[in-house]
């Protein structure tokens, strides 16, 4: 075999031109790779300079249009601030202005979200859309000569409305007797709010002819920190708005600070609440919450619908105590200062309240199983102060027991409405309220024991509202009875939470009742709402002695599916007694469950919000906040005349 000496190995000098071959092309692929990347950064940083020019013009012409500038105004300022901030681009290329004539993307002509180049200003809404083309500079070595970089931006007018509601009127209703223009501003006259102060006076709140003629309020000349009433005919009298002194007429202690999470006061139980406000958020949380609105850039929603007459219930709004105005003027005092222009809500110069009636518990009605008794003893029937009207009464069977005399066929407890109310309809007055006596109560042949029966109130004016109270009435002589009674009337717990009552059940008399009770809940004279599951534990009990301190049942009751504030129960205790014949003893024991959580205020206090208006700071103390108008009560928030008191902010382009 031979022996090679010396050279190289076959297939040597082929491998090594391969490798160099490769490295080549790898080199010419990384290096197009880094100058590609290289241009990529270029355009990158192209549109990052791009979107801050285009969002800087859509906020200043929208703050063009929020000083009361006009369209063309709103157009010039964002072209000017684009000018400014696109004269030093990152790649020493100016990008060119907007076209007066806007482009859009093919096939999107007069779409505004298919904007790519040009300003488009619709009420208020701005889109400002920008285009510039930078050259490729190592992409040309692939055959790349330059890239389109875009950027766009959308502003939107937000209300930016505080929690304040300011009166419309003072001094109810007018006329001022000889008042002339210009109108002297006394703290005992008539005045409009949001008319010109040289005609607030005039006329009456039902009459505002004498003052609007077509100087409605403006802005006028610029604010005068020295005499910030130097400019009576064009804005409104200078009035408190917040805080000491801007209570309006009455003994309410309202002082201008609004809950606007809390809406809807057309009946008891209908309020609506927003921003994760409920019944049962304690006072100081939502004194915080609603303050926060100030300081936090406005109030973000749900808005309001346009004002009506009468107004809407939405339109109604939870009015805060006076106690809670020094956290708002604080917020104010933050954010805002004299000469500043705010949004604001209007009310009529009431304070308004649900109106309600209450039904006192009647008494025990004892009858004989046969006879008419002419008078079977009285109740009271009150009222709050915004209550008027009239309440009718009536008589409604207790049809979960078919014993009960108005529910047997035929009826031994006579008569449709068995029991004649006098007076009917009754007319409840303040305090202890009025008296009702129940007369001509007939029965015929009714088996003795006790029953319930319901007392119906009803009032049409100024909405239907219907209310029961059980009525406990005794037919003959029953020895043994019993009573019913719990630790507790009431109970608070947060939405879905289960609510507990322990139920005791007594001998009425020293002798026992001498047999068993059942228990069960009920509504009140309505079905147990959907989702409410009612526990006794033990369902059966055996009265316990009249001297007892102990309890016979526990009441939990899950509450998924009831709805923030109020409800109302009723525990029905049942059963048959020890005597001979034995006799049906019923009893109706009212509970109510506070969906909340134990600290709120059930007020009913709320103002009708009338319309909107923006005003001008005039002064801030540490007690109160005064300001005057400069426009007059408008009913649409996104009525642009309100543009002084809103806020641009950037939004979605979509």
Not at 175 to 180: D, E, K, Q, R, S
Not at 390 to 409: G, H
Not at 509 to 534: H, I, K
């Amino acid at each position: 075999m031979g022996t090679w000496l010396g050279g190289r190995a076959p297939g040597v000098i082929a491998t090594r031109g391969q490798v160099l071959v490769l490295f080549a092309l790898g080199l010419v692929v990384l290096l197009g790779a880094a100058g590609i990347a290289f241009d990529a950064g270029r355009f990158l940083m192209e549109r990052r300079s791009l979107q801050n020019a285009v969002d800087a013009a859509a906020l200043a012409a929208a703050n063009s249009l929020i000083r009361g500038g006009t369209d063309a105004n709103a157009d010039a300022e964002a072209r000017a601030v684009l000018a400014t901030n696109l004269a030093h681009g990152p790649n020493g290329i100016v990008a060119p202005l907007p076209p007066a004539s806007p482009v859009y993307a093919p096939g999107g002509a007069g779409d505004a979200k298919q904007l790519v180049n040009g300003i488009l200003i619709s009420g208020g809404d701005i889109r400002v859309a920008i285009q510039n083309t930078i050259p490729f500079t190592f992409g040309r070595a692939v055959g790349l000569v330059d890239s389109v970089v875009g950027a766009r931006a959308r502003v939107a007018l937000k209300g930016n409305l505080l929690p304040i509601a300011v009166r419309r009127y003072l001094n109810l209703p007018g006329p001022n007797a000889g008042a002339t223009e210009p109108c002297v501003i006394n703290p005992g006259t008539f005045i409009d709010v949001f008319a010109t102060e040289r005609r607030s006076c005039l006329g009456t709140d039902s009459d505002p002819g004498p003052r609007f003629v077509a100087d409605a309020p403006n802005a006028g000349a610029d604010f005068d920190p020295t005499t910030p009433g130097s400019d009576p005919t064009y804005h409104g009298p200078i009035v408190e708005i917040l805080g000491q002194g801007a209570q309006p007429n009455g003994s309410s202690d309202f002082r201008g600070f609004i809950a606007l999470d809390i809406r809807n006061f057309a009946a008891v139980g209908t309020q609506t609440y927003y921003s994760n406000v409920t019944s049962g958020t304690q006072p100081n949380t939502l004194k915080t919450k609603e303050a926060g609105w100030i300081s936090d850039g406005g109030y973000t929603g749900p808005g309001f619908p346009p004002a009506t007459t009468p107004p809407d219930p939405n339109d109604q709004v939870a009015v805060m105590s006076g106690n809670s105005t020094g956290i708002a003027i604080d917020s104010l005092r933050d954010r805002f200062g004299p000469g500043d222009a705010i949004l604001v809500a209007v009310y009529p110069g009431q304070v308004m309240a649900i109106p309600d009636f209450t039904l006192g518990t009647p008494p025990l009605l004892a009858l004989d199983p046969t006879g008419t008794v002419a008078n079977g003893g009285s109740f009271r029937v009150g009222r709050n102060q915004a209550f008027t009207g009239q309440v009718t009464l009536s008589t409604v069977a207790d049809t979960n027991d078919l014993n009960n005399p108005m529910v047997l066929t035929p009826p031994t407890l006579l008569g449709s409405n068995p029991i004649d109310y006098d007076p009917n309809p009754v007319t409840p007055s303040l305090g202890s309220g009025t008296s009702v006596d129940m007369k001509n109560i007939t029965t015929s042949g009714a088996a003795p024991g006790i029953y319930a029966l319901w007392v119906k109130g009803q009032a049409g004016s100024p909405y239907l509202t219907t209310k029961y109270e059980p009525l406990a009435m005794m037919v003959g002589s029953v020895g043994r009875d019993f009573g019913i009674s719990s630790d507790v009337s009431s109970q608070t717990v947060i939405a879905g939470a289960t609510a507990t009552f322990r139920i005791a059940v007594k001998d009425a008399q020293t002798q026992a009742f001498g047999g068993s009770v059942a228990l069960t809940l009920e509504g009140l004279n309505s079905p147990l709402p959907a989702g409410v599951t009612p526990l006794f534990s033990p369902e059966i009990v055996t009265p316990l002695d009249k001297k007892s301190k102990l309890f016979s049942s526990t009441l939990t009751v899950g509450t998924t599916g009831l709805g923030n504030g109020p409800h109302r129960f009723v525990v029905r205790a049942s059963g048959m007694n020890g005597e001979s014949p034995a006799r049906s003893v019923t009893r109706l024991y009212p509970i109510e469950i506070t969906i909340g959580d134990g600290t709120a205020s059930r007020s009913d206090e709320y103002v009708d919000i009338v319309g909107f208006a923006v005003m001008r700071v005039a002064t801030i103390g540490s007690n109160t906040i005064t300001a005057y108008a400069i426009t007059p009560v408008i009913a649409d928030l996104d009525d642009e005349r309100l543009r002084r008191g809103q806020v641009a902010r950037l939004v979605p382009w979509d």
